[in-house]
């Protein structure tokens, strides 16, 4: 096989200089010496060779083009990807075409000189010396053979034609003249004696011209643009499928249609996730990043989310502020109004059908009355003790005078009833406010007519008066059977003042202690205190969170 290797010759045809291509063209059709002893037609093979090139070529040109195409954010090829495209399209165009059939003026098959056997298939010659063929004659058919797997049979029309061919085929080859010199007289025997300087297959039909080169680029270029266009409408069409904010982001980067996108598509879905986040920060961190897009929407957004969050605010008042605290620019003030008068409304119903009912919750309008004043004036209402006279105490203090046990002139109610109302009204705006609480939690706060701070704008009036009838029954000093009578009532801003409730309350000796009973002005001023503690529970009724207290001492 080695003999072989090293004896056969390889031309690309192309790269032959053009005296042995006219010679070697010349020879095969008869018109130059050497004319070829024998010539055997074969189906080209080149075509075939060619192809692996081109599908190969066409196969790497799909897979380039393919890379990145369609993808958000990297839809467009960089430019560089033009070099290697454009090598892809020579080789895919013309690396067949340089070796197809129609560029060779000669037809494949084998040729029989009188020294060697060329096969040319395509643009490839191979010459292997006449010495190294093979014959063998098998009836009428003549075999021939030249190694690696090179090989071609005749057929004659008898067994003596073929011996006639055989001995045609190993005649001796005629002796030169020596007319023409020795490479001269080489040539009319082998037409490619003087080719051995072109041996090789050449690059030159793989070599793009400058035509070719331009027409390669071109169609590179086109491939390009067309590439990137198709690969940027699949990668919109993606965005728009998707249609979110990072989507449309990574759109921006390299995007035709980036205007748009950055116009209408990116703040359209930012404003959807803002809406879906249910969120107010992020409804205003859109605002920020897009001034005046959407503007219906982020309203209708906030006014939505707003709203719930007043629903989840609306139990008691001190929500309610939680909720005005959180966003003071709500601009829901209709809506809080609304909620602020039904927790008092509510109030009101709970107080009024409890079974612990006072004077005042037993009438829900009155009730109603002080709730809605505190509700649209602040819960903050000013408590202002009002004492009537003193009524003539002459026919009680002789009552106390000739009882049994008179213990001393400063037992009689005419010196002990002043002070010891002063020392009622002490304690009388804390009981109130105690009662309130318990009952109305923080929708009235009660505090003194001058705490001090700026006077609140309702007022509420409690105008008391005591009398005294009679002597409370038990050991001890002879005391006077107290009634103290309050009437409340409620002023309230460009309103005439409304009388709300009245009550009555006898003090009855457990209010008075052992230990008060020996001074005078603590007896009173015990039994005044009682009575003003007691004014809640008459008021609102009996509350289960503040039992009325029978406990009178100081």
């Known amino acids: 096989m080695s003999r072989f290797l090293a004896r056969a010759r390889t031309y690309?045809?192309?790269?032959?200089?053009?005296?042995?291509?006219?010679?070697?063209?010349?020879?095969?059709?008869?018109?130059?010496?050497?004319?070829?002893?024998?010539?055997?037609?074969?189906?080209?093979?080149?075509?075939?060779?060619?192809?692996?090139?081109?599908?190969?070529?066409?196969?790497?040109?799909?897979?380039l083009l393919a890379v990145g195409f369609g993808d958000v954010g990297r839809a467009h090829q960089p430019i560089w990807v033009l070099a290697p495209l454009a090598a892809l399209v020579v080789i895919a165009c013309f690396a067949g075409r340089a070796r197809s059939r129609r560029e060779t003026p000669y037809t494949d098959g084998w040729y029989v000189f009188p020294t060697t056997v060329v096969r040319a298939a395509g643009g490839e010659l191979r010459k292997y010396p006449l010495e190294d063929l093979c014959l063998r004659r098998n009836g009428a058919r003549v075999e021939a053979s030249l190694g690696l797997g090179a090989a071609f049979e005749l057929?004659?029309?008898?067994?003596?034609?073929?011996?006639?061919?055989?001995?045609?085929?190993?005649?001796?080859?005629?002796?030169?003249?020596?007319?023409?010199?020795?490479?001269?007289?080489?040539a009319l025997l082998d037409p490619l004696a003087d080719a051995d300087g072109a041996r090789g297959l050449g690059l030159a039909p793989l070599l793009p011209s400058l035509p070719r080169l331009a027409f390669a680029v071109i169609v590179a270029?086109?491939?390009?643009v067309v590439r990137d266009r198709v690969s940027d409408?699949?990668?919109?069409?993606?965005?728009?499928?998707?249609?979110?904010?990072?989507?449309?982001?990574?759109?921006?980067?390299?995007?035709?249609?980036?205007?748009?996108?950055?116009?209408?598509?990116?703040?359209?879905?930012e404003l959807r996730a803002a809406v879906a986040a249910g969120s107010l920060g992020a409804l205003a961190r859109f605002s920020a990043s897009h001034p005046g897009f959407g503007v219906a929407e982020v309203k209708a957004a906030r006014r939505r989310l707003l709203?719930?969050?007043?629903?989840?605010?609306?139990?008691?008042?001190?929500?309610?502020?939680?909720?005005?605290?959180?966003?003071?620019?709500?601009?829901?003030?209709?809506?809080?109004?609304?909620?602020?008068?039904?927790?008092?409304?509510?109030?009101?119903?709970?107080?009024?059908?409890?079974?612990?009912?006072g004077a005042l919750a037993a009438t829900p309008p009155k009730l109603a009355r002080l709730l809605y004043a505190a509700e649209a004036h602040g819960p903050r209402v000013a408590v202002r003790f009002v004492a009537e006279a003193t009524p003539d105490l002459t026919l009680v203090d002789a009552a106390v005078t000739h009882s049994a046990r008179f213990a001393g002139t400063a037992f009689l109610p005419s010196y002990q009833l002043d002070g010891a109302r002063k020392a009622g009204e002490k304690v009388g705006v804390t009981a109130l406010r105690t009662?309130?609480?318990?009952?109305?939690?923080?929708?009235?706060?009660?505090?003194?007519?001058?705490?001090?701070?700026?006077?609140?704008?309702?007022?509420?009036?409690?105008?008391?008066?005591?009398?005294?009838?009679?002597?409370?029954?038990?050991?001890?000093?002879a005391l006077p059977a107290l009634t103290f009578r309050f009437r409340l009532v409620l002023k309230t801003p460009g309103a005439a003042p409304e009388a709300l409730a009245a009550v009555s309350i006898t003090v009855d000796r457990e209010c008075v202690d052992t230990a008060s009973a020996k001074a005078p002005d603590k007896a009173y001023a015990a039994m005044a205190r009682w009575a003003f503690r007691e004014l809640g529970a008459r008021l609102l009724g009996t509350s289960p969170a503040a039992k009325p207290s029978h406990d009178c001492a100081s």
């Open 12 to 63: 690309d045809f192309h790269s032959l200089p053009t005296r042995v291509q006219e010679r070697f063209v010349a020879a095969i059709s008869g018109r130059f010496p050497p004319r070829p002893t024998l010539h055997v037609q074969c189906e080209t093979t080149q075509r075939r060779t060619s192809i692996p090139w081109t599908l190969g070529a066409v196969a790497a040109t799909v897979a």
């Open 155 to 186: 057929e004659t029309f008898d067994p003596g034609s073929a011996r006639a061919l055989l001995r045609a085929l190993t005649a001796p080859p005629p002796r030169p003249s020596g007319i023409f010199g020795e490479a001269g007289d080489a």
């Open 221 to 224: 270029g086109a491939l390009h």
């Open 233 to 269: 409408e699949v990668a919109f069409a993606h965005a728009r499928t998707i249609d979110d904010p990072t989507t449309w982001t990574a759109y921006l980067a390299d995007g035709r249609y980036a205007p748009i996108v950055r116009d209408h598509f990116l703040p359209h879905a």
């Open 307 to 357: 709203l719930e969050d007043l629903g989840q605010a609306s139990a008691t008042l001190a929500t309610l502020a939680a909720f005005e605290t959180r966003n003071p620019d709500h601009g829901l003030d209709l809506e809080v109004r609304r909620v602020r008068r039904s927790i008092y409304r509510d109030a009101v119903v709970q107080v009024s059908h409890s079974p612990w009912q």
């Open 435 to 477: 009662s309130m609480r318990d009952w109305l939690g923080e929708l009235v706060e009660l505090v003194p007519e001058s705490d001090g701070g700026l006077p609140p704008a309702v007022t509420l009036d409690v105008i008391h008066a005591v009398d005294a009838a009679g002597l409370l029954d038990g050991p001890g000093p």
